[in-house]
């Protein structure tokens, strides 16, 4: 597609339960990334995907937080017995990959997730 | 990392050139300069980023100064829709975890 699609863009859940987020990069976009972004805080680091790979898990908080990304495109990010602490902007970004010339990352508009 | 020093905010008329300026001097030889912004509740959009050269594209220009220690990013005919906080940091080509200080809030005034 033309930019960064994520889905839902808003999801409210209670306590306990478990969420999906999906992403779906640009396309031909190797590399995949997960933040997350609290009310007035700074980007949070969660996940990198290097085609279907993760070679960098080491921004997901908890083991309640997983991520899959299949042929090298979409990506899933699951969040299991959620908490109120978990509510945020969860902003999915792709780029063409790490390489000499940059890395210009591209965002999602974001899937808002409310626990209550 | 490289950190960037931004005005909190500032004031720009419509149709008027938005010149929004960033300190990094401590950047490294193999950083680049990134311009994003953030427009309330939706992500982060990329604008621009240059390595020593001045850039342009369809949104902005951007002008890194020689000794490359501070860049000004031009918003050449500010519209409504710029209303946002732009952010300046330093990236090198294998980063991917970004981290964006306090940013620059720039409104555009009719």
């Known amino acids: 597609g033309a930019g960064v699609s994520q889905s839902p863009s808003n999801k409210v859940t209670e306590k306990g339960k478990d969420v999906e987020l999906r992403c779906d990069p640009i396309?031909?976009?190797?590399?995949l990334y997960w933040y997350r972004q609290s009310l007035g805080q700074g980007l949070e680091f969660l996940i990198y995907?290097?085609?279907?790979?993760?070679?960098?898990k080491s921004g997901l908080p908890s083991d309640r937080f997983s991520a899959e990304r299949t042929g090298g495109s979409v990506s899933t990010l699951t969040i299991q017995r959620t908490q109120q602490e978990d509510s945020a902007v969860y902003l999915c970004a792709s780029s063409a990959g790490l390489h000499r010339t940059g890395n210009t990352i591209y965002f999602g508009e974001g899937s808002w997730l409310t626990v209550v | 990392d490289a950190k960037t020093t931004q005005p909190p905010s500032m004031d720009c008329a419509e149709g008027r050139a938005a010149n929004l300026p960033c300190n990094h001097s401590t950047i490294s030889g193999n950083e680049y300069v990134y311009w994003y912004r953030q427009i309330h509740s939706q992500g982060p959009q990329y604008i621009i980023h240059?390595?020593?050269n001045n850039e342009t594209n369809e949104m902005a220009s951007l002008i890194i100064t020689e000794d490359r220690k501070s860049s000004t990013l031009i918003l050449p005919h500010a519209t409504l829709r710029d209303t946002a906080v732009y952010y300046c940091?330093?990236?090198?080509?294998?980063?991917?975890?970004?981290?964006f200080g306090a940013g620059t809030t720039v409104t555009v005034r009719a």
């Open positions: 995907f290097q085609g279907n790979s993760a070679p960098d």
């Open positions: 940091i330093v990236q090198r080509s294998n980063d991917y975890k970004l981290s």
């Open positions: 240059g390595l020593k």
């Open positions: 396309s031909g976009h190797t590399a």
